[in-house]
C-alpha cells in the first residue's frame, strides 16, 4: 500500500526450536483499524510481539513510517511512534492512576494535539473517577482502560492492541470499542488482534484471518462477517 504507515513483509519468528509464524505479511493505513484475527494459539499475539522487536524476528521485513525496524529495540521503535498494549496489562501497581499515565508522557508529534489526562478521562470516564487510586486496587477491565490510556500518553502514530476484549465485561469491551474508534478519529492506525467478532466489526475496516503462523484470509470486516465458509473454516472453534 503506497500510503501504508506499517508494512509487515514475510514476517518469521519462533519460540526457541519452534518455529511460529510462516511468512506473514500486512499493511495498516493511516487512521485505519485492521483486525488481525483467529482462533488461540494461531500467531496472533507472536505477530504483535515481532512487529514490536520483543520477539526477534528470523525473517522478513518490517517497516513503520517509511522506516525499516529490523534489529531496533522495542523501545526505540516505541520512540518512532508505535504503540504496544499487551494483553497482560503490565501496569505499574504501585503507581496511581495518575501516575502512571505521566510514566508514558512524551512530546506531541508534528501536527498533532498532545493527549493529556484530561482527554483521556473523557474517554475514560472510569479513571477520571480513581485518578488518585493505586494502580493494584483496579479491576483487570480498568487496569486494561488504563493500559490503552498511557499508552496514548505517549502521541503515537499507530498503536497494536493485543486481544483488548478478553475476559472484560460487555460494559468494558462497550468502552474500549469507543477508545478504539476514537483513536481512529484522531488519525492513529490501530492493529488489533482479536477472537472476539463482534467486537471487531464494530471497530475495524479491514481484516486479516491468520492460522498456523500464516494469512489465510484479507478483506474488508464487512466481507468477513458475510463470508460463512471462511469464519466456519479458520474462525470458529
Not at 499493511?27 to 488481525?36: D, N
Not at 526505540?76 to 501496569?91: D, F, M, N, Q, W
Amino acid at each position: 500500500m503506497a500510503d501504508a504507515v506499517l508494512e509487515v513483509e514475510d514476517l518469521k519468528a519462533g519460540y526457541g526450536p519452534a518455529e511460529v509464524l510462516f511468512g506473514v505479511t500486512l499493511a495498516l493505513r493511516r487512521g485505519e483499524v485492521a483486525a488481525l484475527m483467529g482462533r488461540n494459539g494461531a500467531g496472533k499475539s507472536t505477530t504483535l510481539k515481532a512487529i514490536m522487536g520483543l520477539l526477534p524476528p528470523r525473517g522478513g521485513r518490517v517497516r513503520f513510517a517509511g522506516r525499516d525496524l529490523t534489529g531496533l529495540a522495542p523501545f526505540r521503535i516505541a520512540r518512532l511512534g508505535l504503540g504496544y498494549v499487551p494483553e497482560e496489562r503490565r501496569i505499574f501497581t504501585d503507581l496511581t492512576v495518575y501516575e502512571n499515565l505521566e510514566v508514558g508522557r512524551r512530546a506531541a508529534r508534528q501536527g498533532q494535539g498532545a493527549w493529556t489526562p484530561d482527554r483521556l478521562f473523557e474517554i475514560f470516564p472510569n479513571l477520571a473517577e480513581m485518578r488518585g487510586r493505586r494502580a493494584a486496587a483496579m479491576s483487570g477491565g480498568e487496569q486494561q482502560m488504563l493500559t490503552i490510556a498511557r499508552t496514548l500518553m505517549g502521541n503515537p502514530e499507530a498503536v497494536l492492541l493485543d486481544e483488548p476484549s478478553e475476559g472484560l465485561a460487555p460494559v468494558i469491551v462497550e468502552q474500549m470499542a469507543e477508545a478504539v474508534l476514537r483513536m481512529k478519529q484522531e488519525g492513529i492506525a490501530v492493529l488489533l488482534s482479536e477472537q472476539n467478532l463482534d467486537f471487531a466489526a464494530a471497530v475495524a475496516d479491514r481484516a486479516y484471518v491468520i492460522e498456523r503462523g500464516s494469512i489465510r484470509y484479507q478483506g474488508a470486516m464487512e466481507a468477513l462477517e458475510a463470508d460463512e465458509q471462511v469464519r466456519e473454516a479458520w474462525l470458529t472453534v
